[in-house]
């Protein structure tokens, strides 16, 4: 990952913009730089990934035209040789062609990108900014206005508080100009479904999801892969190792009591014969680890901070142990296919209007949730069932095939790989557990226990009544608010709500986020 900063106006001054930009400094610490432009300023903070020499540090520019960009551009060395016909380029970085593209096909040029991005513009011509932000929402965008009236774009919120007294997150696939923001991409949405058999659907699953890894296996840095054992990253891994032909880096955590995957990720790794390291936590990891999670984070949302302390323990393993620098992660594909809760939907046009919620607020949750815990420990996040012709494959097949008709959630992926033979049997038709409760159902417990243990029933009512906007409605989610608000005072609005099945269907009224509430998680989790 890297760190961005675009502000337009002056009226903040650098020493202080400087200091906020330092705040996300283990997004790029290999170097940083802050320059002044007419209009404003634009810092960078660089992890290098692709061309990784000093030639590849940012911001880039063309005539007195500036770019700040965190992202990956898929594809980028054909567009590349066809616009040295005009254009020379000093470095093997992929985000240099982005500026001669912007002079190609100005604001158009965002329809095109095959990219995970965030990035500012500086266009001389018309002395403003540009901002943008890829169309699920992979990488960070957040903004607000300055004092003074001035705009401020960011990598993270951390690096606007103090700055701007309201700060949201830039909504995916939009750029904003000459003052408003336009929709230049709705990964959600189709016009119609293209699909409407199994077969078909399948043939087209597997083709997009192994040109997904298969694009993001192109690195200049060292490669690994996050492994739960569930259906999602052991197919990630699974594919990667074939791609690869030769042994990948594997990691998966657990609980020293209870963890339900490690034992699922052994035997993934052992069948696609990786390299697997195995990180044990405690209790008292996760609970010293609590604070700091929800700090990186930026958010009150309950399922996404049981998950990512796991997540952020393992990476920071991988941080401090390996030279490892880019991750790849299964995160995704429930938005897709479904969660335990969908198989209660009333009809297949509800499990669409689901599925296109849950897909335009991925930047919120679990998609949050891989980049902070990948990118504060120093490593970039990439997300295979996140890459936009697979996605936009997925919402195009009809909701009625999707829906759990088999007794087994997400069957059109398990049968779009089953003649593969890239899994065991055991993984590839094993029922879905969260990621928080495989990583130990004890994990989850301890977090809800220190809830318990830090007020009375009484003063939950209390504090929870406080709240207006995304109310807390536990003793959990009031822990995790009043951290988060000690630490992005009111700012509760870049998220938002608390994660949860939709309540309105028949099973899904409950009080927890977890699918070991429902009535069909079964041996799930087991």
């Known amino acids: 990952m890297c760190s961005i900063l675009g502000v337009l106006g002056k009226t903040v001054s650098p020493d202080t913009l400087q200091a906020c930009f330092a705040r996300t400094a283990s997004r790029g610490p290999d170097m940083s730089r802050f320059v002044e432009i007419p209009c404003g300023y634009l810092g960078f903070e660089r992890l290098a990934i692709m061309g990784l020499d000093a030639r590849g540090m940012q911001p880039f520019c063309l005539g007195g035209d500036y770019v700040v960009c965190n992202g990956e551009l898929y594809g980028f060395r054909p567009l590349r040789e066809r616009l040295k016909e005009k254009y020379e380029f000093v470095s093997e970085s992929d985000c240099e062609i982005l500026l001669p593209l912007y002079r190609e096909y100005g604001l158009e040029m965002f329809r ?15 002395n403003t900014l540009v901002a943008a932000r890829d169309p699920i929402g992979i990488r960070p965008l957040y903004y607000g206005k300055t004092e003074g009236g001035g705009m401020a774009f960011a990598s993270e919120p951390k690096n606007l508080v103090g700055l701007c007294e309201t700060i949201l997150p830039f909504p995916p696939g939009c750029y904003w100009a000459d003052g408003r923001f336009v929709r230049y991409a709705d990964a959600a949405h189709v ?25 993001r296996l192109d690195a200049d840095a060292p490669l690994g892969f996050l492994l739960s054992g569930g259906l999602d990253s052991s197919l990630v891994c ?83 142990h390996t030279d490892v620098r880019v991750l790849l992660t299964g995160e995704v594909s429930d938005e897709l296919f479904g969660y335990k809760y969908t198989d209660f939907a009333p009809n297949a046009a ?47 097949i009809d909701p009625a095939l999707k829906m759990n008709r088999h007794g087994m ?19 590839l038709w094993r029922q879905k557990a969260a990621f928080s409760d495989a990583v130990g159902h004890s994990l989850v417990d301890d977090l809800k226990q220190l809830a318990e243990a830090t007020y009375t029933d009484a003063e939950a ?48 009224d409950v009080d927890d986020p977890s699918a070991r509430v429902l009535g069909n998680y079964g041996a799930s989790g087991v």
């Open 191 to 215: 016009d119609q479904f293209t699909m409407v058999d199994e077969d078909t659907a399948c043939a087209h699953l597997r083709e997009k999801l192994i040109a997904g890894v298969k694009k």
């Open 350 to 396: 509800a499990f669409q209007r689901e599925a296109e919620k849950r897909v335009r607020e991925l930047h919120m949750y679990d998609v949050l949730r891989a980049d902070r815990c990948i990118s504060v420990n120093s490593l970039e996040a990439r997300v295979p069932f996140g890459d936009l012709a697979f996605v936009r494959c997925a919402m195009a």
């Open 112 to 126: 095109a990108l095959d990219a995970e991005f965030a990035l500012v513009i500086y266009d001389a011509e018309k």
């Open 409 to 427: 959630g997400k069957f059109l992926l398990r049968k779009a790989f089953a003649q593969d033979k890239l899994l065991p049997e055991n993984i």
């Open 461 to 508: 009512a209390e504090k929870c009544a406080r709240y207006a906007h995304a109310r807390p409605f536990t003793k959990e989610s009031l822990l995790y608010r009043e951290l988060f608000e000690r630490f992005y005072p009111g700012q509760s609005r870049m998220v938002a709500d608390f994660w949860m099945p939709n309540r309105s269907w028949p099973g899904c």
């Open 238 to 320: 699974a594919i990667a190792r074939r791609e690869l032909k030769r042994p990948i880096r594997t990691f998966a955590i657990g609980m020293d009591v209870d963890a339900i995957d490690l034992k699922y990720a052994r035997q993934v790794a052992e069948y696609i014969q990786s390299d697997h390291t195995e990180v044990i936590i405690t209790k008292e990891d996760v609970l010293r680890a609590l604070p700091a999670v929800v700090e990186l984070l930026a958010t009150y949302d309950i399922t996404t901070i049981r998950a990512s302390v796991g997540m952020y323990l393992v990476c920071k393993y991988i941080h401090e």
